[in-house]
């Protein structure tokens, strides 16, 4: 399974037509943000897609899902996570295609979280310049995925990175002023001299997630 690098954004995206056991959506808003990721030149920005109970936030069970048009009907991959696996098309879009989904459980109802994550590939270490380029593209990302009026004419409504959050796989003990770690979580303030520091910083699969730390 691939190690992920995980930025979380919680946004309302969509409307959700819900029963107990169904949600669907409008493939044509995915469609629209991977769009973005597609025109960006990112080396490890992307954007995913995860099914969410309403109230605890934590991922919801599925039983099924496709992608379907007027004309035919396709499954839908997923993950453990409840992460949606979407294909990039173009002709899905123009068909105007949903994604219905079944889930069971005790949830409330659930919801779609996005979020914006950077992919490892081909890598078995992060370094601190990739840290730093990760932080770099989730800012970009960010704007990106705001639109051109609220990156070009308001761009002051985004929130400032101060750095990012590591979740790793157990807790670590770390003495560095830029590392201020609580158990397995560490904030860490990333200066523009690590841009070219390809110095090791952690084992990829010691690395559960990375967050922007964001002054809210």
Known sequence: MKNKIVLVLIMTLWSVIASA???TFAYDSFYDRLKVVNKGEFEFARVGFYLVDT???QACKITAGNIVTEEA????SYTDEAQLLLPFDKELDK???KVVIETKGESS????KMQIEAELFNTRSLSKSDLYKMQQEFEELLADLSGFFIKNLLSFLL?????VIV???RSQNVTDATVKCESQVCRISVPKTWSNDNTHF???ANVKSVQPWLAL
């Open 167 to 169: 979740t790793f796989g």
């Open 73 to 76: 009907s396709f499954p839908l």
């Open 55 to 57: 109230l605890s936030m």
């Open 21 to 23: 056991k169904t949600v």
């Open 95 to 97: 068909d105007k295609a």
């Open 202 to 204: 952690a084992d990829s």
């Open 109 to 112: 109802d659930c919801q779609l």
């Open 159 to 163: 929130p400032e990175q101060q750095g």
